[in-house]
C-alpha cells in the first residue's frame, strides 16, 4: 500500500491509501494530479514506521514530507510542506520545513518558568506562555 496526494493548483485537496495499481483503472476526472507521499517521510527525513528513529534507507525519503490537506505542492522541488505559518518565516529547501527569523530557544529564562515558547509576528521573537 502507498499513500497519495491529489494536488489541484499546488494544494494538497485530498490524500488516500491505494495500491499502485489502483491507478492503472482508476478514472478520476476531476482536475489534478495523484502524487505518491511518504507517510513515515518528515523534515526530508525517512523514519521506521511509527516511530521517531531515522531509517537506515534514506532512498524512501519522499518529497520532504507526507502531504497533508492544505500543504503546498512545489513540483520544481518536488516537495510537499505545510502551510507557512507566520509571513516572516522561511522555507528551508533542505528540510522542507519552516523556519523563525530568530532561532527557537533553548532552556528556561526566568528559573522557574514553566510555560511554553510561541512566535509573536508582531515583535518578530519567541515569547513565554504559561498555562
Known amino acids: 500500500m502507498g499513500h497519495y496526494a491529489k494536488v489541484r493548483q499546488g494544494k494538497v485537496v485530498k490524500v488516500i491509501v491505494a495500491e499502485a495499481s489502483f491507478f492503472d483503472h482508476f478514472i478520476d476526472d476531476s482536475p489534478g494530479k495523484w502524487i505518491q507521499t511518504s507517510y513515515n517521510t518528515r523534515g526530508g527525513v525517512h523514519y521506521e514506521p511509527n516511530s521517531n528513529v531515522t531509517s537506515s534507507d534514506q532512498s524512501k525519503a519522499l518529497r520532504g514530507n507526507y502531504a497533508g490537506i492544505g500543504y503546498t505542492y512545489d513540483s520544481t522541488l518536488d516537495a510537499f510542506y505545510p502551510p507557512k505559518p507566520f509571513n516572516s518565516w522561511t522555507l528551508n529547501t533542505g528540510s522542507f520545513t519552516w523556519e523563525s527569523p530568530e532561532p527557537y530557544p533553548t532552556g528556561d529564562v526566568t528559573g522557574s ?15 513565554t506562555s504559561s498555562f
Open 113 to 127: 518558568w514553566t510555560g511554553s515558547w510561541n512566535w509573536e509576528e508582531s515583535s518578530l521573537s519567541w515569547v
